[in-house]
């Protein structure tokens, strides 16, 4: 067995954590789905870089990292 998280798993898992630790610092605006997709984690790292401070920052490019790479 492979218990190797996904790259779906690492991006609901960025995703979520970005939600519980920037939320109400960066992501008030925004509603966070049950099941992110690619595209919804992507479309919450301008945010992440404009007010989550330099740790939202690498969050966010955590998660493009994530969501761009060949899965």
Known sequence: MNDKPTGTEIVTALYRRAFAEYGAQALWNMR????????????????????????????????????????
């Open 32 to 71: 966070p789905r049950e099941d992110p997709t690619v595209a919804d984690a992507l479309a919450i790292t301008k945010a992440l870089r404009t007010h989550g401070g330099m740790e939202g920052r690498r969050l966010a490019e955590q998660i493009e990292q994530v969501c761009r790479a060949p899965h």
